[in-house]
């Protein structure tokens, strides 16, 4: 399995690797979830993430945490240069005008000068109380073209998207891009395992990122316990958690899985290939029932539009 996935910058982003040595120091991934359930309900602080080899910290600064990530990172004594850092724009912040002081605030309370990853967090412009900016949501070109300002600026090493789906992928690409967007991190599990948005985003050098890879809180009880997942656990003699976990490194996306278990963020840095017969029988299995996506704010937020409607 590969230990990393190259992005057009030429940079490296962590993946989950085979190699028990190299994933204990290098493979990491974290949730915002887990920073503040290990801080608050456990009182480990979240440098103990750390110590455990997580260097990929998934953040955003909706998540109202990044404050700590700094203070755990500071206290941790990781160099700066050994940490992958994502965070994600918040859709009050699209109009051009409001993106870099939104970007100063995270990267102030990171304790950085710089972002390995920058995502736009939903398809959405919409400022706090009002209605949703409708052309910028459509065609969100101006944010773009403010975040490869940013690049140039040196103030982010890569840019990309979260909750896209084809159709608004494509309407911001119809753009003359100077950077096209290098990741998109989206809801992909056994239960929306997202075939054709892996297609197309392997057509067009895109990077899928997998969040509730295992099929979020509610649900990874039914993931772990699949007929198809348990008896290919049995067969290599790993978890059902690090079949699921291989599977999807194996295709070729980056995987966030979260736990607040010591034991199980350990368990889930450890990843093998799958023999080929083995994944193709749990690829099959994923995509030849009915998705079921988890998360969908689209109502919660009041919007009269299905933020991932229009790709059929
Ligand atoms: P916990 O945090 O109590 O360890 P997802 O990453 O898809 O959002 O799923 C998160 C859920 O999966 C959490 O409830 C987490 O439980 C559970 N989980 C994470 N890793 C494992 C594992 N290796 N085995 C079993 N459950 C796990």
Known sequence: LPSHFKLPSGDRIPSVALGKHAVVLHRCFLTYRRMLEVRDGQGRGSGQTLKAGYRHIDGAWIYRNEEEIGQALKESGVPREELWLTSKLWNTFHEPADIEPALDDTLKKLGTDYLDLYLIHWPLAQKNGQPYNKTLTEDPYPTWQKLEELVAKGKLRNIGVSNFNVRRLQNLTANPLKIQPAVNQVEISYWVPQPALLDYSKKHSLLLEAY?????????????????????????????????????????????????????????????????????????????????????????????????????
């Open 212 to 312: 509730s890879p295992l099929g979020g809180d509610g649900k990874v009880g039914d993931t772990l316990r699949l007929p198809v997942v348990t008896k290919i656990a049995s067969q290599l003699g790993i978890t059902p958690a690090q079949v699921i976990i291989s599977w999807s490194v194996q295709r070729g996306t980056v995987v966030l899985p979260k736990s607040v278990t010591p034991s199980r963020i350990v368990e889930n840095l450890q990843v093998q290939a799958l023999p080929q017969a083995l994944f193709d029988e749990l690829e099959e299995a994923a995509t030849s029932h009915e998705p079921y996506p988890r998360l969908n704010p689209s109502k919660g937020w009041g919007l009269d539009f299905d933020i991932f409607d229009g790709d059929d």
